[in-house]
């Protein structure tokens, strides 16, 4: 994992982080939309060029629940300490598979 840009981290980031210190929050009603920073930096190049957008423009790759962020972050990143009853959990009440 790279640098944080921000001087502050945001809730997305807080979320992660207390993950990976080993927190064991299942926030069983959570959805999370991710994106990677390289699209979304092509995506803010590409609406400051084009002279007809307007409005707001959302750059989201996929719309997942908060266990399956889990999981894929447990898969991920072995070497931190994401706690398995997390995801154990997450599992036996069907938020996951």
């Known amino acids: 994992m790279g640098p944080v840009i921000p001087p502050r981290l945001n809730a997305s980031m807080l979320m992660l982080v207390r993950l990976l210190q080993g927190g064991t929050e299942t926030y069983e009603d959570i959805f999370m939309g991710c994106s990677h920073f390289k699209d979304v930096a092509r995506a803010h190049i590409l609406v400051y060029e084009n002279k007809s957008a307007t ?34 959990s997450l599992k036996s009440e069907g938020f996951i598979s």
């Open 55 to 88: 409005g707001r423009h959302l750059c989201v790759e996929a719309i997942s629940h908060y266990g399956d962020f889990v999981a894929k972050v447990a898969e991920l990143y072995p070497e931190y300490s994401v706690p398995k009853d997390a995801v154990e």
